[in-house]
């Protein structure tokens, strides 16, 4: 059975890519001496510190959103 990437799924491992590439070339430019290896796991960590965060960010924006939205709802219900 073959499995065909549709385009979204190509345009996201291009990004992907890109922010890796992106990500490695900058730390080389930094830290010229460090092993191909010793990058590959400090733009790991970068990327994976950077996921966690935004993930935290995400499920903060949510609770703030649903409070509002209780919030809301407990107004317009005293008002009924």
């Known amino acids: 059975v073959k499995l065909r990437p549709s385009d979204s799924d190509r345009d996201v491992a291009l990004a992907v890519i890109n922010l890796v590439n992106q990500e490695v070339a900058e730390l080389q430019k ?3 001496n460090l092993r191909e290896t010793d990058v590959a796991v ?10 966690v965060k935004l993930e935290n960010e995400f ?6 959103l649903e409070s509002s939205l209780e919030l809301a709802a407990k107004r317009l219900q005293a008002r009924n």
Not at 42 to 51: E, F, G, N, R
Not at 59 to 64: F, I, M, Q, S, W
């Open 59 to 64: 499920k903060e924006t949510v609770l703030k």
């Open 42 to 51: 400090l733009v790991a960590l970068k990327m994976a510190t950077d996921k």
């Open 30 to 32: 930094a830290r010229p």
